[in-house]
């Protein structure tokens, strides 16, 4: 302790008294003050980074619901140049945050912030950045339990292409970036990069909602029909900001029901 001491008392004389020493040592310790001030201002950078991007996320999403609200007025033509638009006198577009995921099971569930005090009925369908993404099964005042399409017990109508052959999406339960539609004839032309769409058959969606683009088509010859694999257009890894499209009708209807009993 006394050599340590003594030290110290030595090395500030020796800097008091020596400009060489004096201007080194006031280096050294600009130097290691600059690093702990960038160190530090990277950690409240990054914090004020996470804010902003989900500031940012936030504000997509409600941008996105009120485009599908001006549908109604500004029509939306897809590459078949067939003019159509999302009624929203029919359709409800609600933003709403996933809070709770899981992505490792054959039964997948997502839980959104949004609920009967929102707009959100059972029956409404979530999407992903205008991609198909899942459907509500079960809702509380202020959240949504949802049945994504990496769900084994669920099927999606679904067409390929414009104007093309309709079929069955379903998960294989493997990977969480494709999924298979089937019941394709073998005779319909399918081709890598057709996109894939909604048939609204369900009544979950309006027809022509994006489910993603055809990967890969598998013939086997001792069938009538081919299966194509779907890369499907949501990230469930990442999946955060999504919408809900409500149809109005059967919101009016159960209301009506409920009344009557």
């Known amino acids: 302790m006394i050599f340590c001491i003594l030290e110290i008392v030595a090395l500030n004389w020796l800097v008091n008294t020596h400009s060489i020493h004096s201007s080194r040592m006031s280096s050294v310790g600009i130097k290691y003050a600059n690093s702990w001030t960038d160190m530090v201002g990277q950690v409240h950078t990054y914090r004020s980074v996470q804010d902003q991007n989900k500031a940012l996320n936030q504000e997509n999403s409600r941008l996105r619901t009120e485009l599908q609200r001006l549908k109604k007025y500004v029509p939306m033509k897809h590459r078949s140049s067939v003019t159509k638009s999302l009624d929203t006198n029919i359709w409800t577009s609600i933003p709403a945050e996933i809070v709770r995921t899981s992505t490792h099971m054959h039964n997948n569930l997502l839980v959104a912030n ?105 013939v086997t010859e001792a069938d009538d029909f081919k299966t194509v694999i779907v890369k ?19 919101s009016k209807s159960d209301s009506l029901i409920n009344s009557s009993l």
Not at 174 to 192: C, F, G, R, W
Not at 200 to 218: R, S, T, W, Y
Not at 235 to 242: E, K, L, Q
């Open 114 to 218: 949004r609920g009967l005090n929102d707009g959100v009925i059972e029956g409404s369908g979530m999407l992903d950045n205008g991609h198909l993404a899942g459907k509500v099964i079960e809702v509380t005042d202020r959240e949504s339990l949802i049945f994504p399409i990496i769900h084994d017990n669920i099927e999606w109508s679904v067409r390929i292409g414009d104007e093309g052959s309709v079929g069955r999406l379903v998960w294989d339960g493997e990977n969480l970036k494709t999924a298979k539609v089937v019941d394709i004839a073998k005779s319909s032309l399918v081709l890598p990069g057709d996109e894939v769409f909604t048939t609204g058959f369900q009544g979950v969606f309006p027809a022509d909602i994006l489910v993603g683009e055809v990967n890969k088509v598998a």
């Open 232 to 250: 499907l257009g949501v990230d469930y890894s990442s999946i955060r900001f999504v919408e809900f499209l409500t149809d109005k009708r059967i």
